[in-house]
């Protein structure tokens, strides 16, 4: 099978941590053809979408004492070619956040992908409809306390009811803009007004969850299935538990409770079309729910001797036989 994946610009991955290469890799190692392309190199013409497509080849990356190891040229672009997106079985909607105009402008070309012809991953309705942030407001059950507002005096009643909360741009990605306040803060009101661009753009504050020192578990979902988690943890000075901030990792078990918010999860999942999914937990409390472009494969993948792109790959490629 043919499987294209719509990334940022490959010499910008980095081959040890992205999700991406490891499921690049994985449908090499399951005797697919890998192609790339860009959302910027996306088109539509005469009702169909097309993309300037570059196949390439991957070396694996291989596993040192605690990390993997990457060759310097680890990846060998053949000649772009634009061709129609039906073409491909399948298409990885993997460009990384945030979720600005062009990117929505992408997911609409992606509509025109023939859906009887090529799966796509995830579903850009889905994209659409599953900001990282909000998305995770419908359930309620499995949530922290949580408001959305630009107003100052809305957010500081929050944060002087729980004590001390956590304000997130609901655009941002890997723990950028991500703040911690206390309502005694002198400097309380500056950064409600810079993180709302002065009372124009709501923010989401949650209560902080004094867990989040143990670690932020991340725990990837695919169709809705849990299939394997890694623990990121603060390091240092760091409340953010984040990698892409310096948090280590850990190995991490599912348990009851996440695997009960996997389940409330899971049939809204499946119904937008959102099959590769990443949730945040701090504390038995679902934080975040990541659609874009999930990462955490490489590192669960280390920590636990298994492959999870493998799997993924696998699933596609019986989702494609069952049609």
């Known amino acids: 099978m043919k499987f294209a994946f719509i990334i940022d610009p490959i010499q910008t991955l980095d081959p040890g941590h992205d999700t991406s290469v490891a499921l690049m890799e994985a449908a090499q190692a399951l005797g697919h053809e890998v192609w790339i392309t860009q959302a910027t190199q996306l088109s539509v013409a005469n009702s169909q979408a097309l993309a300037l497509l570059q196949p390439v080849s991957l070396t694996p990356v291989t596993l040192g004492e605690n990390r993997w ?67 995770a407001l419908q359930f309620t059950e499995a949530i922290p306390e949580t408001i959305v507002s630009q107003d100052k005096t809305v957010i500081r009643d929050a944060v002087e009811r729980w004590g001390a909360g956590v304000l997130k741009p609901l655009g941002g990605k890997a723990g950028e803009g991500i703040l911690f306040l206390e309502g005694g803060d002198r400097n309380f009101n500056s950064i409600i007004e810079v993180s709302t661009f002065q009372g124009k753009v709501p923010v989401m504050v949650q209560t902080y969850l004094p867990a989040a020192k143990e670690g932020d578990k991340r725990i990837i979902l695919l169709n809705g299935e849990p299939i394997g988690a890694v623990n990121r943890i603060p390091s240092g000075k760091e409340f953010r538990g984040n990698m892409a901030v310096g948090g280590r990792v850990a190995a991490a078990e599912i348990t009851e409770r996440e695997l009960q918010i996997c389940s409330q999860l899971a049939s809204t999942l499946r119904r937008d079309g959102l099959m590769f999914v990443g949730i945040d937990i701090i504390g038995g409390y679902l934080t975040e729910v990541n659609v874009t472009s999930p990462t955490g494969i490489r590192e669960i993948d280390r920590l636990n001797t298994v492959r999870l792109g493998q799997q993924v790959i696998q699933w596609m490629v019986e989702t494609l036989n069952q049609r």
């Not at 990384?96 to 090529?118: E, R």
Request: hydrophobic share 40%; no cysteine; charged share 20%.
């Open 69 to 135: 190891l990457a060759e310097p040229n680890w990846y060998d672009l053949g000649p772009a070619q634009l061709l129609p997106l039906d073409e491909m079985d399948g298409v990885l909607m993997r460009t990384d956040p945030p979720v600005t105009i062009p990117y929505l402008y992408a997911t609409y070309i992606l509509d025109y992908v023939n859906p009887n012809k090529t799966l796509v991953m995830n579903s850009p309705q889905g994209l659409r409809a599953a900001n990282e942030k909000m998305y």
